[in-house]
């Protein structure tokens, strides 16, 4: 077992919480990623497929806006883990949960949302100090099924916030942050949803964050059992 070791930058961070040695030293013949758990309805999901220690799971206080912003960014983080690990050579498949892997050696990433929120986006885009920031936190557990039987080889929690992402406050000139929104309209800052989502990248930057930190375990694992081709 690894202790907790905390490593990343600004914005983005990942904790190690556990690593364990694989069923088989063989490399696996598949690897499966499902879109992350966002409430309790997700879970029943997967729950029969294989055991994952889902922690503090709750529908409870969730607008549907919410529901629908953090399934859209599950879906995506899976689909970019498993576009970014194939290019890596890990070929990797999102399966939608609630599907079985096959395979005789397959190690399987699931996890869930423990904390999602997509900030105030105006703030965000004319002050750029942090104010408004957007968050992305979740907890991956990677498993390995065999004949032999199913173990749980890695877990740890990532994390990721756009405080730190610039914005016209700082680009701008000076005083523009404490100008607020007539600052940015003065620099010709489109501050309508469609033109701050485009510049602040609202949770594509988070879901980036998020996705590079994934890879990285999987890779960094996938080096420490020579699995790596």
Same mark, same amino acid.
């Given at each position: 077992?690894?202790?907790?070791?905390?490593?990343?930058?600004?914005?983005?961070?990942?904790?190690?919480?556990?690593?364990?040695?694989?069923? /088989?030293? /063989?490399?696996? /013949?598949?690897? *499966?990623?499902?879109?992350?758990?966002? !409430?309790?309805? %997700? =879970?029943?999901?997967?729950?029969?497929?294989?055991?994952?220690?889902?922690?503090?799971?709750?529908?409870?206080?969730?607008?549907?806006?919410?529901?629908?912003?953090?399934?859209?960014?599950?879906?995506?983080?899976?689909?970019?883990?498993?576009?970014?690990?194939?290019? $890596?050579?890990?070929?990797? &498949?999102?399966?939608?949960?609630?599907?079985?892997?096959?395979?005789?050696?397959?190690? *399987?990433? %699931?996890?869930?949302?423990?904390?999602?929120?997509?900030?105030?986006?105006?703030?965000?885009?004319?002050?750029?100090? #942090?104010?408004?920031?957007? $968050?992305?936190?979740?907890? *991956?557990?990677? @498993?390995? $099924? /065999?004949?032999? #039987?199913?173990?749980?080889?890695? %877990?740890?929690? &990532?994390?990721? !916030?756009? #405080?730190?992402?610039?914005?016209a406050g700082i680009t701008g000139p000076a005083g523009a942050a404490a100008g607020g929104a007539a600052a940015a309209?003065?620099?010709?800052?489109?501050?309508?949803?469609?033109? =701050?989502?485009?510049?602040?990248? +609202?949770?594509?930057?988070? =879901? %980036? $964050? &998020?996705?590079?930190? @994934?890879?990285?375990?999987? =890779?960094?694992?996938?080096?420490?059992?020579?699995? +790596? +081709?």
């Amino acid at each position: 077992m690894l202790s907790l070791a905390a490593m990343g930058c600004a914005g983005a961070q990942v904790t190690q919480q556990s690593s364990a040695a694989p069923i /088989t030293a /063989t490399p696996p /013949t598949a690897v *499966v990623v499902y879109p992350f758990a966002v !409430d309790s309805s %997700d =879970v029943s999901l997967n729950s029969s497929i294989f055991q994952v220690a889902y922690r503090n799971m709750s529908g409870e206080d969730q607008s549907a806006e919410q529901l629908q912003l953090a399934h859209q960014t599950a879906q995506n983080i899976c689909v970019q883990v498993a576009a970014n690990l194939t290019q $890596k050579g890990i070929t990797t &498949t999102c399966l939608q949960r609630g599907v079985p892997p096959s395979g005789s050696n397959v190690l *399987v990433l %699931d996890g869930q949302f423990t904390d999602i929120s997509e900030g105030n986006r105006l703030r965000r885009m004319v002050i750029g100090l #942090g104010a408004g920031a957007s $968050k992305v936190d979740t907890v *991956v557990q990677v @498993i390995q $099924k /065999t004949p032999q #039987g199913s173990s749980e080889l890695l %877990d740890f929690a &990532t994390s990721a !916030d756009s #405080g730190y992402m610039p914005g016209a406050g700082i680009t701008g000139p000076a005083g523009a942050a404490a100008g607020g929104a007539a600052a940015a309209a003065s620099l010709g800052v489109n501050i309508a949803a469609g033109g =701050v989502k485009n510049v602040t990248s +609202s949770t594509g930057y988070l =879901v %980036d $964050k &998020t996705t590079d930190q @994934i890879v990285q375990q999987m =890779v960094n694992y996938y080096n420490r059992q020579g699995w +790596s +081709s």
